[in-house]
Every structure is written in structure tokens, then in C-alpha cells.
């Protein structure tokens, strides 16, 4: 007993100091929370300049520069998928000055070291971005049919590109496959802006792309849309059928944009971000510039985000685990 009295003094002074030390840092985090942000905030794209996701991440980096009066920069860090910018964000230090551009997919964590739902604190949505499936003018197909009939004339010869799994272009393609008997080869492309360069140079005949690196070309006639996959039409191309329109119906293939950031952000940064993007995203402008690069204005809570990047890594696994896609 007198042992224990002894060192009673110590022991009360050592869960003082724990409870001192667990507070200051309490306090650095609400100051730090508080003084956001005060140096350069990092917006990771994980994929190739002129694509679609680096365009609408530029408008939003710039938009965010000015709402958060600081410079948000774009930091492109393509490769895997967007797997490599993916994980490399997940590892970022969890302070807000790191922030991820996530196209939503699969994360297939055996294959690219990061969980989607365990590794970062979803911000806000951006955008709903169908894929597009479209052709290059020279190859004889013009509708849904076409491109099938075509690949099962010449098995294993009709070329179609995609950026590589983990993205829903590429599942999207194999889902096609699946569905519709087809033999074709898929060659995969770091990102849609050198994707959309190889279908226009021939180098490839059909594409699973986005919109917006390719709807000028589209317009223009150096580029063929073929069907949207999507429940509707896009209001930027309005005279392109959807894929049920076009004899597929099912093969719904539409992407989600949004900013997310590492796990363990503070809340009250994380709810900042979230303030001023969804400001920016219900702006006049920023909505006309996505209706027109063939999207979808999606505003959202934290929390809807989450629930959104739950339900589409659901259908998207599922859909793996039934075509037995192995992705490595």
C-alpha cells in the first residue's frame, strides 16, 4: 500500500500530462481548421492533361482558387487507371491541403493499394459524365448493331479504347463484350485526351469515351457518336440515341466526379470544402459548362457522397465478379 501511495503523484501527473497533450492537439487542429487554408492547396487528377477529368478539374481548381483565397493547383499524376494519383492522394498527409479529383469506379484493393471507402473523406460531388461509345468516320458503323455485326465478321481485328481498369470505360467495354458476343480487342490508354488522339488518327476504330475531350471533333464530323450510355440523352448531342435506344438496354455506363481527400481530414476543413464547392458547382456557369461537355451538375452533402461512391463500387464488383474479370 505505501508503494502504491508513493507513486500515486506520478501516476496522476502522467494522466495529467496525457489528458494536456490530447487537448493541444485538439486545439492545433481546430486552429489549423480555423486558419484554412493559409499555403498552396494540391488538386490531384490522376490522368493525363486534356481529358475530361483534367478539364473539369481545372475549372474547379480555379473556381476553388478564388472562393478559398489561395491557389489551388492541378497536380496530374496519370498511370493504372488513375490507380497511381488514387494512391498517392490516399497516402497524402490528411490536412486539406492535399485533395483528390475521383472518378468514381472500382478500387479493387488487391490490385491498386487503396480502398475507396477506408481511405478518404469524401468532399462533394462534381458531375454525373456518361461514356460516350463512338467511332472513327472511316469504319463502316454508324449504329450499336453495326459495331457488333462488324466485330463478328472479323473476330479479334475491331480495336476499342479505353483508359485501363480501374475505370468504368474499361469495364464498361468488357461489359459490351459480355453482353453482346463480340470479339474485339481492347488497347487501353493512360487517359480519354490521348485515347480521343488515336481515334481520331485512326489508330484505333471505336472508343468508350467521355465527352468533352471529343465534342468538338464530334461536331465537326471528324468523330462519329455512336450511343450514350446513359438513361438519357445528353442535351449537348441530342440526336445520339442512348444504348437501350440503340438495342442495349442495361449497359448504363456513367462515371461521377467529385473531390474527395484523405482519411482523417478534419471535419471542419473537410465541411469548408464542401461549403464552397457546392457554391461553385450550383453556380450558372459552372452548370452550363458541364451540360455542355455532356454531364450532369451534381451537388452534394459529405455524407451523399459516400453513400453514392458505396452504391456504384457495389454494382461496378459485382458486375467484375460476373464477367470473371481479372485485373492486374
Same mark, same amino acid.
Given at each position: 500500500?505505501?508503494?502504491?501511495?508513493?507513486? $500515486?503523484?506520478?501516476?496522476?501527473?502522467?494522466?495529467?500530462? =496525457?489528458?494536456?497533450?490530447?487537448?493541444?492537439?485538439?486545439q492545433?487542429?481546430?486552429?489549423a481548421?480555423?486558419?484554412?487554408?493559409?499555403?498552396?492547396?494540391? %488538386?490531384?487528377?490522376?490522368?493525363?492533361?486534356?481529358?475530361?477529368?483534367?478539364?473539369?478539374g481545372?475549372?474547379?481548381a !480555379?473556381?476553388?482558387?478564388? *472562393? %478559398?483565397?489561395?491557389?489551388?493547383?492541378?497536380?496530374?499524376?496519370?498511370?493504372?487507371?488513375?490507380?497511381?494519383?488514387?494512391?498517392?492522394?490516399?497516402?497524402?498527409?490528411?490536412?486539406?491541403?492535399?485533395?483528390?479529383?475521383?472518378?468514381?469506379?472500382?478500387?479493387?484493393p488487391?490490385?491498386?493499394?487503396?480502398? %475507396? !471507402?477506408?481511405?478518404? $473523406?469524401?468532399?462533394?460531388?462534381? *458531375?454525373?459524365?456518361?461514356?460516350? +461509345?463512338?467511332a472513327?468516320?472511316?469504319v463502316?458503323?454508324?449504329?450499336?448493331?453495326? +459495331? =457488333?455485326?462488324?466485330a463478328?465478321?472479323?473476330?479479334?481485328k475491331?480495336?476499342?479504347?479505353?483508359?485501363?481498369?480501374?475505370?468504368?470505360?474499361?469495364?464498361?467495354?468488357?461489359?459490351?463484350?459480355g453482353?453482346?458476343?463480340?470479339?474485339?480487342?481492347?488497347?487501353?490508354?493512360?487517359?480519354?485526351?490521348?485515347?480521343?488522339?488515336?481515334?481520331?488518327?485512326?489508330? /484505333?476504330?471505336?472508343?468508350?469515351?467521355?465527352?468533352?475531350?471529343?465534342?468538338?471533333? /464530334?461536331?465537326?464530323?471528324?468523330?462519329?457518336?455512336?450511343?450514350?450510355?446513359?438513361?438519357?440523352?445528353?442535351?449537348? /448531342?441530342?440526336?445520339?440515341p442512348?444504348? #437501350?435506344?440503340a438495342?442495349?438496354p442495361?449497359?448504363? /455506363?456513367?462515371?461521377?466526379?467529385?473531390?474527395?481527400?484523405?482519411?482523417?481530414?478534419?471535419?471542419?476543413?473537410?465541411?469548408? %470544402?464542401?461549403?464552397?464547392?457546392?457554391?461553385?458547382?450550383?453556380?450558372?456557369d459552372?452548370? #452550363? &459548362? +458541364?451540360?455542355?461537355?455532356g454531364?450532369?451538375?451534381? #451537388?452534394?452533402?459529405p455524407?451523399?457522397? $459516400?453513400?453514392?461512391? !458505396? &452504391?456504384?463500387?457495389?454494382?461496378?464488383?459485382?458486375?467484375?465478379?460476373?464477367?470473371?474479370?481479372?485485373?492486374?
Amino acid at each position: 500500500m505505501a508503494h502504491q501511495a508513493k507513486w $500515486a503523484p506520478f501516476k496522476r501527473a502522467a494522466i495529467v500530462a =496525457v489528458v494536456t497533450v490530447a487537448i493541444a492537439g485538439l486545439q492545433f487542429k481546430a486552429a489549423a481548421a480555423d486558419d484554412y487554408p493559409n499555403r498552396v492547396v494540391q %488538386l490531384i487528377v490522376p490522368f493525363p492533361p486534356g481529358g475530361g477529368v483534367d478539364t473539369e478539374g481545372r475549372v474547379i481548381a !480555379q473556381k476553388l482558387s478564388d *472562393a %478559398l483565397g489561395q491557389q489551388v493547383i492541378v497536380v496530374n499524376r496519370p498511370g493504372a487507371g488513375s490507380a497511381i494519383g488514387v494512391r498517392d492522394a490516399a497516402k497524402a498527409a490528411p490536412d486539406g491541403y492535399t485533395i483528390l479529383m475521383l472518378v468514381t469506379g472500382a478500387s479493387l484493393p488487391a490490385n491498386t493499394g487503396y480502398d %475507396l !471507402q477506408k481511405d478518404f $473523406a469524401p468532399i462533394g460531388l462534381i *458531375a454525373s459524365i456518361p461514356i460516350v +461509345i463512338m467511332a472513327n468516320p472511316s469504319v463502316p458503323v454508324k449504329s450499336m448493331s453495326d +459495331i =457488333v455485326a462488324l466485330a463478328k465478321k472479323q473476330p479479334g481485328k475491331m480495336t476499342v479504347g479505353t483508359p485501363p481498369a480501374p475505370t468504368l470505360n474499361y469495364f464498361g467495354a468488357e461489359a459490351f463484350k459480355g453482353m453482346s458476343g463480340a470479339d474485339m480487342t481492347i488497347v487501353t490508354y493512360k487517359g480519354t485526351g490521348p485515347l480521343t488522339t488515336d481515334l481520331l488518327g485512326g489508330h /484505333i476504330q471505336v472508343a468508350f469515351n467521355t465527352l468533352p475531350p471529343a465534342i468538338g471533333n /464530334i461536331k465537326a464530323g471528324k468523330l462519329r457518336a455512336i450511343a450514350v450510355a446513359a438513361p438519357q440523352r445528353l442535351a449537348a /448531342i441530342p440526336d445520339v440515341p442512348t444504348t #437501350a435506344e440503340a438495342g442495349m438496354p442495361g449497359l448504363d /455506363i456513367v462515371q461521377y466526379y467529385g473531390l474527395v481527400a484523405p482519411a482523417g481530414t478534419p471535419p471542419a476543413i473537410v465541411a469548408r %470544402l464542401n461549403k464552397e464547392l457546392r457554391k461553385i458547382v450550383s453556380s450558372e456557369d459552372v452548370k #452550363a &459548362r +458541364i451540360i455542355a461537355d455532356g454531364g450532369g451538375p451534381v #451537388a452534394s452533402t459529405p455524407e451523399e457522397y $459516400a453513400a453514392n461512391i !458505396q &452504391r456504384e463500387e457495389g454494382k461496378w464488383a459485382a458486375l467484375i465478379k460476373k464477367l470473371g474479370l481479372v485485373v492486374n
